[in-house]
């Protein structure tokens, strides 16, 4: 008698993301890159013959609902495996509690140093705040600018990044006229703005995504600031004057984009959804990834997963390119590209590691 | 599930003791506090602070206990000449002002990367604690209440100026009241920190003290249970409605945006059609002849 076929059983996989809140865009375009990665890995025929399932739960970018969501998801779905978008202090709570019940998180968006601290639980696809500040900071100065101010968020991200940009530009020989971190959320930053116009900088390095950084641009244009920009991760800033930023506008950005494969999902994402990729759909579509190929490696459960993923990456090249983690799990030395917004559209300078 | 319940027991119990809190400045003695967020902060950074500078955690716990009374007075006495309006708004800022300053004062707490706690990591002992806050905060406020300062405090909301022309000085009692709301709400926020592990700025946006008065508006504002009720309907609504986009094939950012819009829409609804709340106060009937 012919033994009768086992059904599949799907394994789930969970995801934490601020749906509602601040910052909605670059978390949405995360989740969907999570979602292209399981429609191609169960196209492929999931793990083992096993689909993968997605559990999203909203964080509202509030620490009080980012637990709840992560103690569902652990506690209630018993998903062995999160990936989350949201800052360090969401992502630090919810490694903790990763931490104490033995489970796997995958930062896809925050980049404080404090992130180390957790071997074996918290794994990154995003590099630190250093390493792209400092490449920033080194690539303005290459490019001839004696003067910078910056304007960033004032978050882990936005002060981590200018710290790193800032002392990279010293050293390369720039002067460092005025360092802005504004506070999220305002209708208008012209006072800000102001003193960025007051010094006359010859460059201005910035960080910032949304709502935020379209008013900051729209501001600057007010107040007849000349100055070129350079950003960091320019993809997620948001441009309304397209004619005005054109060939005004530069940055540093994961590397990758240039491969065929991304540059198809990418066009992918653009048939689905009808609008450019932020590069947070690459760190999701990776993060996903590199999960489900740990799960092929070693297994399903959290201890098997968390010991095959830095296998799994060393050979591992993705959307955001080639992924290369410290012993803590932290990715260092990423690829990055060297864009220029022309004619409403970033273009490739240049790329590095 | 078993630690899903635990947690939410956990979560529930902190946020009725805010509610408590907040129903004891203004269910029960008019003042209607906008920066009720404040008290929970102060408890929650005397943690932070504490750990930031490598201080034991008892130091924590001990400063998270006077120092909310202790701003809370601060807070009351320069602005006491205030009408409700204005003290509402004043209250408003000054939590805004606190939060602020820890975002940008990196010695305090580590500024604008927060600063780590250490951990109740026995999720037990976290619900146990938060559970006998909220049984101490409610046996208080309810000993108040009933007691002949209770009474008081209830003509002060009603009418400052009766009260005064029985011989009371009504901030005298405005300051007590506050100063208990705000012991209760800062050792809650001392534990809050040991729970998540974790202070920084953004848990204590506007929109926390927007959740707390919610809580005691749905519940009943001047009925304790009725708080306790606001809290743990909020708080299990927050909740219950993550399972919807599981049970539907609504997507997770549809369900998302109407979880929140329903918190939306029962507190208008409860405005315009209950405002009294769930549970209405009791306004007991004196026999002055006897």
């Known amino acids: 008698m012919a033994a009768a076929p086992v059904a599949a059983e799907p394994i789930s996989v969970g995801v934490i993301a601020n749906l509602t809140g601040t910052d909605v865009r670059t978390s949405v375009n995360m989740t969907r890159g999570i979602e292209m990665a399981v429609a191609d890995i169960n196209e492929a025929g999931g793990i083992d013959g096993n689909p993968i399932t997605l559990i999203t739960e909203d964080s509202e970018y509030r620490l009080q609902e980012a637990m709840n969501a992560a103690n569902k998801l652990y506690g209630v779905d018993n998903v062995e495996v999160a990936i989350m978008f949201g800052g360090s202090s969401l992502m630090i709570p919810v490694a903790n509690l990763a931490q104490d019940k033995g489970r796997v998180l995958i930062n896809t968006s925050s980049s404080s140093s404090k992130l180390g601290d957790y071997p074996g639980t918290l794994f990154s696809v995003l590099p630190l705040d250093d390493i792209i500040g400092k490449k920033l900071g080194e690539w303005v100065a290459e490019r001839g600018h004696k003067s910078a101010a910056f304007v960033v968020p004032n978050n882990t991200f936005g002060t981590g990044l200018m710290n790193a940009a800032a002392d990279a530009f010293v050293a390369s020989g720039g002067e460092v006229l005025a360092q802005v971190a504004y506070t999220e959320g305002n209708p208008n930053y012209r006072a800000d703005m102001q003193t960025v116009a007051n010094v006359e900088p010859d460059a201005i390095i910035a960080a910032g995504y949304g709502d935020d950084s379209r008013t900051i641009f729209k501001n600057a244009q007010q107040l007849d600031i000349a100055a070129p920009w350079y950003g960091a991760y320019p993809t997620i800033f948001a441009i309304d004057d397209e004619e005005w930023m054109s060939e005004r506008f530069f940055g540093v950005d994961n590397g990758g984009a240039s491969l065929k494969s991304t540059m198809e999902l990418a066009e992918r994402y653009r048939a689905e959804y009808g609008e450019e990729p932020l590069s947070h759909v690459f760190y999701g579509y990776d993060a996903m990834q590199i999960v489900a190929k740990a799960m092929e490696l070693g297994g399903t459960s959290s201890s098997e997963i968390a010991a095959s993923l830095p296998e799994v990456v060393k050979s591992y090249e993705g959307a955001t390119g080639k992924i290369t983690w410290d012993d803590r799990g932290q990715r260092i030395d990423p690829p990055v590209e060297f864009v220029e917004f022309k004619d409403g559209a970033f273009h490739i300078l240049g790329t590095g590691e | ?290």
Request: some cysteine; proline content about 4%.
């Open chain 2, 1 to 290: 599930m078993i630690d899903f319940a635990i947690y939410m027991t956990t979560i529930v119990c902190i946020w009725a003791v805010l509610a408590i809190s907040l129903n004891i400045q203004f269910g029960l003695t008019g003042l209607v506090n906008f920066g009720q967020i404040l008290p929970f902060a102060i408890g929650a950074y005397s943690a932070g602070i504490a750990s930031f500078h490598g201080l034991p955690i008892w130091v924590g716990v001990l400063a998270g206990l006077i120092m909310g009374p202790l701003i809370g007075f601060l807070v009351i006495f320069p602005t006491r000449r205030m009408a409700q309006d204005y003290w509402a708004l004043a209250s408003l800022g000054i939590a805004e002002m606190f939060r602020l300053t820890m975002l940008n004062f990196r010695g305090i707490a580590g500024g604008v990367e927060g600063t780590i706690v250490e951990r109740l990591s026995d999720p037990r002992v976290a619900m146990a604690v938060s559970v006998l806050a909220l049984v101490v905060s409610f046996i208080v406020a309810e000993r108040i209440s009933k007691a002949p300062l209770g009474r008081l405090l209830r003509v002060i909301r009603e009418d400052e100026t009766l009260a005064a022309t029985l011989g009371r000085n009504p901030f005298r009692f405005q300051v007590v009241a506050m100063a208990v709301a705000w012991a209760m709400a800062s050792a809650v926020g001392v534990l809050y920190a040991h729970i998540t592990g974790f202070v920084d700025h953004g848990s204590f946006m506007v929109i926390e003290t927007f959740i707390i008065w919610t809580a005691v508006i749905v519940g009943g504002p001047g009925r304790n249970l009725g708080v306790v009720v606001g809290a743990i309907i909020i708080q299990a609504m927050s909740v219950s409605t993550r399972f919807v986009a599981q049970w539907t094939d609504l997507p997770s950012d549809v369900v998302a945006n109407l979880r929140l819009a329903l918190v939306g829409l029962l507190l208008v609804v409860m405005i315009m059609y209950r405002p009294e709340g769930f549970l209405r106060e009791k306004k007991p009937n004196y026999d002055v002849k006897s």
